[in-house]
C-alpha cells in the first residue's frame, strides 16, 4: 500500500498491543515483539522505536494512550519513519473505522502499515483484503460482545449477579455468599433503620460505627448517607434481583438477608421522610431524678409549673412555682406522698380490670382474625400484580410498550406492591404475647401508688403524664380538681357486663388533703383510646 515518493523503505517502529483477555504465553507482547523483529529484519528494516501498550481494549481509540503517542510521535518524525509493523491487522483497531482512520494518517506522512503475519500491499487487491481483514477483526470483536451480553443475561436470568455483591455479601466462585466480616452488622442496620427513628445521617454515622465500610478498587471508606441510601434501596437483600439492563426481576441464588416486608417497611419509611431535617429525640432540659414532678405539677393559682430547689444548707428538696406567684413551697417528700396517695385514690377496682382486660383479650383476637384475612388478600393483591408485571416485562421486550412506558408502568405496579406489602405487616402482633401484658396490666394497674413508687424517673412521667395529660394541678395545701385522660377514665367505668365503648371526654376529680415508654393501644368501637406506660419490649396495636 505504498503510496509515497520514497525510494527505499529504511526505517522502522513496532507497535505491540495484547488486551487484559489475550494476555496468553502464545500471544504475549514478547511474541508479537519477537515475530515483528523477525519481520523487520527478513524485510532489511531498522528498528527505531517500539511501542508496548499491555491490557487496552480494542473498542476504542482514545482509551488506548500509547497508540496515540505513536501517532504522534510518527507525525513529529515523518521524514525518519518509512513503516509501522504490527503482529496483525487488528493490534492497531478491531473497529473497521478506527483501523481506516489509522491507515488514512499514516499514508498522509508517507508511512506504510507492514502486518508481520498478513498479506499487506499497495496494490488493489491487497488494499482490498486489508480492508476486509479490517472488517473481520470488527466482525470477531462484535460476535465475542454479543456472546459476553448473552452470558451476563444468562446469569441474571439463572439469579447469578454479574457485578460487585453489596455490602454484607462477597463473591466466591462465580456465586454471591454471605462475608463473615459484614453480615450480621448490615442485618442490625437493617433492624434498625426499620424501626422508623433514624434518618439516612443517623444511619450512616450507625453504620460506620458498627464498622461498616464500602470497598472501592480495594480500599475502603466510610459510608456517605447516599451510599446508605443505596443500599436500603437494594432488592438485593431480600433475595432479589434487579438490573437496568434488564427489565426482569428474578429471585436470586443467594441467601436473602431481610423478609420482603422488611424491605417494603423500609422504603415506605424513607418514603416518608425529609433526611435533611434531623428528629431530636432528646428533651432540651435535663431531668433531675430528685425532682420526679419538676414540670408535671404545676402552680394552682398562676399555673406555671413547678420547678424543684433544694434548702440553703441542703437539708431537705422542695417545689416552687418557677413564677413566685406568692403559692407557698411544698416540701419534695410531702408532694411526693401527695401524689402516692392520688393515685391509691383512682386505682381501677379489680372488677374494672377484670372487664378491662376480657375486652382487651376479645379486640386482639379480633384483630388477629382480622389481619389474617387481610393478610390473604394482599397476597392475592401482591399474585396479581407480579403476574402483571410480568406480562408487562414481556411487552416491552416484544417491543409493544417503549423502555419510557415500562418504567413509568412499574414503577406504578412497585408502589403498589408495596402498599399491599405494608397492609399486611402486623409485626406487634406477632412479637408481643397477650398474656405477658395481662399480667403486666394486673401487675401495674392494681396499685398506681405502689407503680408510681416503684418506677424509675422516666416510667414515672411516663405514668403521671399518661393518666393527666394537661398535668397535676397543686392548690396548697393539696391537688384540686384534676383532668384525667378519656382512656384512663374508661378504664375506671368498666363494669363486668355492659361496657360502653363511646369515646369518652375525660373527667374532673375534686380531691382535697393529697398532693422510655412503650404503649397499649386498643381499637374500640369507632374510636382509639391509648394508655402508655414503661414495661420492657411491651408495645402492641
Wanted: proline share 4%; glycine share 6%.
Amino acid at each position: 500500500m505504498q503510496t509515497t515518493s520514497k525510494t527505499e523503505i529504511t526505517k522502522a517502529v513496532i507497535y505491540l498491543r495484547v488486551s487484559s483477555e489475550e494476555q496468553v504465553d502464545n500471544f504475549s507482547l514478547d511474541t508479537q515483539q519477537d515475530i515483528c523483529l523477525k519481520e523487520a529484519q527478513r524485510r532489511g528494516l531498522e528498528v527505531v522505536k517500539i511501542f508496548r501498550e499491555e491490557g487496552k481494549s480494542a473498542k476504542t481509540i482514545t482509551g488506548r494512550p500509547v497508540l496515540i503517542d505513536l501517532l504522534e510521535y510518527c507525525r513529529k518524525n515523518k521524514k525518519n519513519v518509512d513503516a509501522v509493523i504490527v503482529y496483525r491487522l487488528d493490534r492497531m483497531s478491531r473497529q473497521t473505522s478506527d483501523y481506516l482512520a489509522i491507515r488514512k494518517k499514516l499514508t498522509e506522512n508517507n508511512i506504510t502499515l507492514i502486518s508481520a503475519t498478513e498479506p499487506t500491499g499497495n496494490s488493489p487487491t491487497e488494499k482490498l483484503v486489508e480492508t476486509m481483514l479490517a472488517g473481520f477483526a470488527q466482525l470477531d470483536n462484535d460476535v465475542r460482545s454479543e456472546r459476553t451480553k448473552n452470558g451476563m443475561r444468562s446469569r441474571f436470568l439463572a439469579g447469578l449477579t454479574n457485578g460487585t455483591a453489596p455490602l454484607g455479601y462477597k463473591s466466591q466462585n462465580g456465586y454471591v455468599v454471605k462475608d463473615s466480616k459484614y453480615w450480621d452488622k448490615m442485618k442490625e442496620a437493617w433492624e434498625i433503620i426499620a424501626t422508623g427513628k433514624k434518618t439516612l445521617s443517623e444511619m450512616a454515622e450507625i453504620m460506620n460505627k458498627l464498622g461498616l465500610r464500602q470497598t472501592v478498587r480495594g480500599k475502603e471508606y466510610l459510608l456517605r448517607p447516599q451510599t446508605a441510601s443505596r443500599l436500603f434501596r437494594n432488592k438485593f437483600y431480600m433475595g432479589k434481583l434487579t438490573s437496568e439492563n434488564y427489565p426482569e426481576e428474578v429471585r436470586g441464588q443467594h441467601i436473602p438477608m431481610i423478609t420482603e416486608a422488611q424491605y417494603y417497611k423500609v422504603q415506605a419509611i424513607i418514603d416518608g421522610r425529609n433526611t435533611s431535617i434531623a428528629i431530636p429525640l432528646v428533651r432540651r432540659y435535663r431531668d433531675n431524678p430528685d425532682f420526679p414532678l419538676r414540670r408535671i405539677v404545676k402552680c394552682g393559682k398562676c399555673g406555671a409549673a413547678f420547678t424543684g430547689g433544694w434548702s440553703k444548707y441542703h437539708q431537705y428538696a422542695y417545689y416552687l412555682c418557677h413564677k413566685r406567684c406568692g403559692t407557698p413551697s411544698v416540701k419534695a417528700y410531702e408532694l411526693d406522698f401527695s401524689t402516692v396517695k392520688l393515685l391509691q385514690t383512682i386505682t381501677p377496682s379489680k372488677g374494672c380490670l377484670d372487664a378491662f382486660i376480657s375486652l382487651l383479650r376479645k379486640t386482639y383476637y379480633k384483630r388477629v382474625a382480622n389481619l389474617q384475612k387481610r393478610r390473604d388478600e394482599a397476597d392475592g393483591e401482591i399474585k396479581r400484580l407480579r403476574v402483571l408485571r410480568q406480562s408487562l416485562i414481556e411487552k416491552n421486550l416484544n417491543g409493544i410498550y417503549s423502555d419510557e412506558m415500562f418504567k413509568e408502568q412499574n414503577k406504578m405496579i412497585e408502589e403498589q406492591i408495596t402498599s399491599a406489602q405494608i397492609s399486611k405487616d402486623d409485626a406487634l402482633l406477632d412479637k408481643y404475647n397477650l398474656e405477658s401484658i395481662v399480667s403486666f396490666i394486673k401487675d401495674k394497674f392494681s396499685d398506681l401508688g405502689k407503680t408510681y413508687q416503684e418506677s424509675d424517673l422516666g416510667q414515672a412521667k411516663v405514668l403521671l403524664s399518661s393518666i393527666f395529660p394537661s398535668g397535676l394541678s397543686w392548690g396548697f395545701p393539696g391537688y384540686s380538681n384534676q383532668y384525667i385522660s378519656p382512656m384512663f377514665t374508661s378504664i375506671r367505668q368498666f363494669e363486668t357486663q355492659v361496657i360502653p365503648l363511646g369515646v369518652p371526654i375525660g373527667s374532673r376529680t375534686r380531691i382535697t388533703g393529697f398532693g422510655g415508654p412503650h404503649s397499649i393501644h386498643l381499637t374500640m368501637g369507632t374510636g382509639s383510646r391509648y394508655f402508655t406506660l414503661s414495661h420492657p419490649n411491651l408495645k402492641i396495636g
